[in-house]
């Protein structure tokens, strides 16, 4: 007798979160896909219309792959995220065919299921990955037994941004292809861009490209110039924060030329790999649901039947990732350690004395954008860091500043992602709390960007600061902050308490804030 039994049994894979009813069997390689897509008559997806597509198609679609049902060992589905007709269409015909053919049900996470199935079909290992779909929109990256969000829409997902300037058009769902196309003949034409650390929103950007009076080529072309601009920036801070070389693009947007040469040029700069997986494994497909569902059942999870219900709001990273053995993240050499080091943004040179700060231009994005994105955020932080000095911020004192440069004090002491512990990060909360209590947004607070000495925490990097006494800034600017922490340490709560106890000393608005924070953590997940 062998030691291993060969196996030959299938996964059975049922997606139907959305918009594409699909089947797929798969083995040890993909062994058959079969899908029907649901094509609104007219405007965009409706929830119960694509939930009675699905169940008119349903019998269909797996008979089609169904063709030996002896060697099915599992069923698998998509759990959630998406649409609640759906979900439950497409779970209900999973518990039947589990119980039918007396195999196994597997609960797919739908985020998590565009993730491994682009990893098998580019052979990546351990990439950052943009996530691009109708619905969502993050970057991803496997941290200890979990794919961590570093960052995300806080409003709608890109798809759904592109599909819905499109209707204002009247021009045909999906609306992503069409743009595209018309993109080809535009031109540049300014747009809000919106970018806080490393999440991201678009309903400015698609408010102010359905007002726009220019020609529709023009507002096509810096829609998509400007939206991409914004996820191609968030991976490479996300790439640059994580210690990682590799780019994996996911999810229906993905499949955009435009975005693809963005990202791809973004990663030639910084000597990462992208890689993006052919078109029938980008958008919605049943393979990438019976693929995970496969590497699942050989790490032995199943669903019993009763826990199976749908999960409209289900989360990447409450995913366990027990396929995934390696400890994930290695620190890259952060830029303020000494000499010359290359962040996501800047090139920053640490002197004796000094430490001078110069934004590098960006090839990815378009030159208008790239200028003004250089210039606005040089003058931004120099300006900004100065005012929160006054307000008691530690901050590096400002001794010269050009177009794109910043000559500052060089701050020698302890970046603050290598010493997270509790009384750091309740110096950290100090520090924001002057900088909230000042009317100050930083924009970017990352435990990458304060550097803590003589008992105090610098804030550094005020290069996507604000002024704004709003409330909603801050909950965004904590919330981020929280992420980063959660995304990197193993005492999050401990640290979370600490960081509160230190920002509440100082700020009598703490409360309001904190309480914001967390509404934006509820909102920004699933819209
Ligand atoms: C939860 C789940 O159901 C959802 N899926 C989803 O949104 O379908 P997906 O196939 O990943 O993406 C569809 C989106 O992808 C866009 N899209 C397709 N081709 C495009 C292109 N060439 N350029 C831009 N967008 C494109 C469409 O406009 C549409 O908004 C998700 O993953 O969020
Ligand atoms: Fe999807």
């Not at 291993?4 to 040890?28: H, K, Q, R, Y």
């Not at 963005?262 to 030639?268: G, I, N, R």
């Amino acid at each position: 007798m062998p030691d291993v039994m060969p196996d030959d049994g299938l996964v059975l894979g049922l997606e139907g979160t959305a918009w594409n009813l699909s089947a797929a069997l798969f083995g040890e390689d993909l062994v058959a896909l079969h899908s029907s897509p649901y094509v609104p008559p007219k405007g965009g997806i409706h929830p119960r219309e694509a939930a009675q597509h699905h169940a008119s198609v349903m019998k269909e679609v797996v008979s089609r792959v169904l063709t030996e049902p002896e060697r099915i060992k599992a069923v698998a589905f998509s759990q959630g995220p998406g649409l609640g007709p759906s979900l439950r269409t497409v779970a209900t015909a999973a518990r039947a065919l589990s119980i039918a053919l007396d195999v196994p049900l597997v609960g797919v996470n739908h985020c998590v299921a565009h993730v491994e199935i682009g990893r098998w079909a580019t052979g990546f290992s351990d990439p950052i990955v943009l996530y691009a779909s109708g619905a969502n929109t993050q970057v991803l990256g496997y941290l200890n037994g979990r794919y961590r969000i570093f960052g995300e829409t806080l409003d709608i997902g890109l798809g759904n941004a592109l599909d819905k300037f499109a209707r204002s058009h009247d021009l045909p769902h999906p609306g992503g292809p069409v743009i595209e196309t018309l993109a080809r003949q535009g031109n540049y034409i300014e747009f809000p861009y919106t970018v806080k650390g490393m999440d991201l929103a678009f309903s400015g950007l698609v408010s102010a490209a359905q007002e726009s009076s220019a020609p529709l080529e023009d507002v096509c072309f810096s829609l998509q110039e400007t939206a991409f601009a914004m996820c191609v920036e968030v991976t490479e801070r996300a790439l640059a924060h994580a210690g990682k070389n590799e780019v994996l693009l996911v999810g229906g947007v993905g499949a955009n030329g435009r975005l693809q040469e963005m990202l791809q040029v973004m990663c030639e700069d910084r000597g990462a790999s992208f890689a993006v997986p052919e078109r029938t494994y980008l958008g919605d497909n049943g393979a990438m649901i019976a693929y995970t569902g496969k590497i699942m059942l050989e790490h032995g999870v199943v669903l019993p039947l009763e826990e199976s219900q749908i999960r409209p709001g289900y989360r990447a990273d409450e995913v366990e990732v027990v396929w995934r053995t390696e400890p994930g993240e290695v620190f890259p050499i952060g830029p303020h350690e000494g000499g010359v080091a290359r962040g996501a943004e800047a090139v920053v040179e640490i002197g004796e004395e000094n430490v001078v700060k110069r934004r590098i231009g960006k090839r990815y994005r378009n030159p208008a954008l790239d200028r003004r994105l250089i210039v606005e955020r040089t003058r931004a932080e120099a300006r900004l860091m100065a005012t929160a000095r006054r307000a008691g911020v530690p901050t590096p004192v400002i001794r010269d500043i050009t177009a794109d440069t910043i000559v500052m004090e060089r701050v020698e002491g302890e970046v603050l992602k290598y010493v997270t512990t509790p009384e750091t990060i309740r110096l950290a909360g100090e520090a924001v709390g002057r900088l909230h209590g000042a009317g100050i947004i930083h924009g970017d607070l990352t435990t990458s960007n304060m550097i803590v000495r003589d008992g105090q925490c610098v804030l550094i990097d005020f290069g996507l600061a604000s002024t704004s006494s709003e409330i909603e800034g801050r909950g965004v600017d904590l919330h981020v902050f929280f992420q980063t922490l959660e995304s990197t340490t193993e005492n999050f709560e401990e640290l979370k308490e600490a960081f509160m106890r230190g920002y509440a000393s100082v700020f009598p608005g703490a409360d309001e804030a904190l309480a914001r924070e967390h509404e934006v953590e509820l909102r920004g997940r699933y819209l």
